[in-house]
């Protein structure tokens, strides 16, 4: 999914910068997750290799660009949670034993378990090391360090639950550790490292969960796609490993019987049947309504209005 997005004039101008500062994004992430280690770098460069959506930095510059944004610093700062995110990526991939990660191989199908745990751990160090090594806002490392915390104990909490079916106010609470919580910290740190006021930091903040809790519904909703190639990773490898997500938990609010022992295939058809995959959009419609609203009372500029382009294009994706 491209982010650069149909603007008006100046706002293309605004969103062609944002792009030039995820180049230099990339190019700061390769420089410093750079490893002395021959056999290391080799892994290392798989990940970067493997690099995404980059909507996490991309968050955390759109968010600065309410306030006065400062190109070094704040490249490090996106940089940083990138990293943080591509080391949470890696440790996913373990768990879920996912063979693939963006068409390519995941690096623990390819390395094996124990190197991916180590590539994960030191992609964490390197995170780290940036944000230690520059005077950031105390606030940021705070934020950051317990979005690390609330990935961790929604992951933990999810799978305690494999093979059984959460509520939705349960699985609400885990895509909201999992996911929302770093879209969140995102657009904030970038706010708050702009020396934006808390109550706008605040707001930025908001709009990132509310969008990080409708692309995780999105995403759920993709793990259904039968197009293994258009997504990027192997489909209903959720189910597969036991987790029952939104599209099967609204299913079971209308359908009857033991889910179970259902194959891919029939499980595949119950969802479809009971309209499961209709009603997990129409949630995420619920949450990105929400982040409009709260874009809408946002003070006019470039940033807001290529805010509100991002937030229609993320529901709207279709990997």
Known sequence: MSFILSVGENQTEFNDSIQSELAEVKKLIHVHTRSKFKDVQKIVTDV??????M????????????GRYERERHVKLAGAVEILHMATLVHDDIIDEAKLR??????????????????????LSKSISILNGDSFNAENSRRLSEAIAQICESELMQYQNR??????????????????????VSLYVGAV???????????????GYELGMAFQ??????????????????????????????????????GTGNVDSLSKEAMM???????????ARELAHKYTER?????DLLPDCDAKAVLNLFAKKLVDREY
């Open 269 to 279: 058809d119950f969802v479809k049947a009971n309209r499961g995959l209709d009603s």
């Open 193 to 207: 490292e702009s020396g934006c006021d808390e109550n706008l930091s605040k707001m930025l903040g908001r709009i």
């Open 163 to 184: 093979f059984r079916a959460l509520s939705i106010k349960n699985y609400l609470r885990v895509i909201s550790g999992k996911t929302a919580a770093l879209f969140a």
């Open 102 to 123: 963006r068409n390519q191989a995941s690096i623990q199908s390819k390395y094996g378990k124990d190197m991916a745990v180590y590539t994960g751990d030191y992609l």
């Open 48 to 53: 970067m290799q493997n690099e995404g959506k």
């Open 217 to 254: 519904i999105i995403d759920d909703i993709l793990d259904f796609d039968i197009n293994q190639s258009k997504v990027g990773k192997s489909t209903m490898s959720d189910f597969i490993n036991g987790y029952y997500t939104i599209p099967i938990l609204l299913a079971l609010q209308k």
């Open 291 to 295: 982040a409009f609203k709260r874009i």
């Open 55 to 66: 909507l996490r930095p991309y968050l955390v510059i759109l968010g600065a660009n309410f």
